[in-house]
């Protein structure tokens, strides 16, 4: 992947990847979307001949924006300390579900939008980010860097300022972690699931919320203080349900719909044609064992009517 002299589409590819790897390290889409910016603006910033004696811009431009995200990381805990409530990853919406507020006649999505460049696998789904979350900083880097984009504990070494072994233990150490979440259902498993909450939602039956919920299960709810939520998670079946059935009570016409959220089976709540919460779930053995709520509107971003939800 070249940069000086490379035509468009390369550009755009390069851009794409990094993009990708920094939203896996970082979570956040304006973060992710800073980041790769920052490596660009010190590309540009090398002499002319620097940047001509780079055999693999793409691989310096990587190297950079890994290190961008590290720093990234390590400031990132003290202001997740200062953030109000829990603090979830951005969710991220299909390409063919992008901006649900949109009216007939809106404007199509700008190609460059972070949103759009994202590849949806499984190392974005919310329970896979939620573990990353769990992680060092350099655990972080290590891990995803090797294990879901094959990159050489050589090259990460270079991004770290550790050695090649060194970054090898990191990963493993991260691998360890990361085996304790729990295996993912099949889509269409996890599809049904949903599908069954969403139904008994809309209707208000506690009790068969109650059924399709895990006794142990947790929900946690993202407004980032600038929207009502619970400040802290909601632990255990029978209080979700509950929980979820006064939310519909004191929403009239709110309106559930199924939609992919970090490419998994999800919910978005929307209400007088604005998106107000984008849901997604965790699910084993056919009941559900996780929520993650996300009302924060700076995150539902991709899912509005020009960034306005």
Request: overall charge neutral.
């Amino acid at each position: 992947m070249g940069t000086a002299g490379a035509g468009a589409d390369d550009m755009a590819g390069e851009r794409r990847q990094l993009i990708n790897v920094a939203y896996r390290l970082l979570g956040s889409l304006a973060e992710s979307e800073d980041a790769v910016q920052e490596a660009y603006a010190r590309w540009y910033a090398l002499p002319r001949d620097r940047r001509d004696g780079i055999a693999s811009p793409g691989a310096w431009l990587t190297t950079v924006t890994g290190r961008i995200c590290l720093d990234v990381l390590g400031s990132a805990r003290a202001r997740r300390e200062r953030y109000v409530g829990a603090w979830l990853p951005d969710p991220l919406p299909a390409r063919a579900e992008r901006h649900l507020g949109h009216g007939p006649g809106a404007a199509p999505t700008a190609p460059g939008d972070p949103a759009d460049q994202m590849v949806l696998d499984e190392s974005v789904t919310m329970a896979f980010l939620v573990v990353l979350e769990s992680m060092t900083p350099a655990e972080r880097v290590a891990f995803v860097l090797h294990d879901v984009f094959r990159y050489p504990f050589a090259e990460i070494a270079g991004i770290l300022g550790r050695t090649p072994a060194a970054c090898k233990q990191l990963a493993a150490s991260a691998r360890r972690r990361a085996r304790g979440a729990r295996p993912p259902v099949t889509t269409a498993g996890q599809a049904d699931a949903v599908r069954r909450v969403k139904e008994a939602w809309e209707a208000k039956d506690i009790a068969a919320l109650v059924d399709l919920l895990d006794p142990a299960a947790v929900m946690t709810a993202d407004g980032g203080g600038l929207v009502g939520t619970v400040p802290r998670p909601i632990e255990g079946g029978a209080r979700i349900a509950q929980y979820l059935v006064a939310i519909a009570g004191r929403a009239p016409g709110l309106e559930l719909l199924e939609r992919s959220v970090n490419g998994s089976p999800g919910l978005v709540a929307r209400q007088a044609g604005a998106v107000m919460t984008v849901a997604s779930f965790e699910v084993a053995d056919g009941r559900v064992t996780r929520i993650w709520a996300v009302r924060n509107p700076e995150k539902l971003r991709p899912w509005t009517q020009d960034g306005a939800v």
